[in-house]
């Protein structure tokens, strides 16, 4: 979560004459996801201290934690480099949050 907090700042300030409007607009998607995943992760420990030998917790919050890396990451890749294939990640990163929402579904039952 410091980190997104960080990482928006340095949108707002650092690259504000920096980005294009499509930049900004992928830059702050990134962020958004970033901080609504930091929270899944910690509903995930916060779970954990509840469970803490279920086995999908673990998996949940390693999920949020690879679909931060890769979609968010990819995509603030994208928007401060303006290098397309950086996209690529992001499917990859979805689908890792899938993953950690199924696994926490099923975890919280």
């Given at each position: 979560?410091?980190?997104?907090?960080?990482?928006?700042?340095?949108?707002?300030?650092?690259?504000k004459?920096?980005?294009?409007?499509e930049?900004?607009?992928?830059?702050?998607?990134?962020?958004?996801?970033?901080?609504?995943?930091?929270?899944?992760?910690l509903?995930?420990?916060?779970?954990?201290?509840?469970?803490?030998?279920?086995?999908?917790?673990?998996?949940?919050?390693?999920?949020?934690?690879?679909?931060?890396?890769?979609?968010?990451?990819?995509l603030?890749?994208?928007?401060?480099?303006?290098?397309?294939?950086?996209?690529?990640?992001?499917?990859?990163?979805?689908?890792?949050?899938?993953?950690?929402?199924?696994?926490?579904?099923?975890?919280?039952?």
């Amino acid at each position: 979560m410091l980190l997104g907090v960080m990482l928006g700042a340095f949108e707002a300030h650092g690259l504000k004459d920096t980005l294009s409007p499509e930049g900004k607009q992928i830059y702050h998607t990134a962020v958004f996801y970033h901080l609504i995943h930091g929270l899944a992760i910690l509903i995930v420990g916060w779970l954990a201290t509840m469970q803490p030998t279920h086995r999908l917790l673990g998996v949940a919050g390693w999920a949020f934690v690879i679909g931060i890396l890769l979609f968010s990451g990819g995509l603030y890749l994208l928007s401060v480099t303006g290098m397309k294939w950086f996209g690529i990640l992001t499917p990859f990163g979805g689908l890792a949050w899938l993953t950690g929402w199924l696994c926490l579904a099923f975890a919280a039952h």
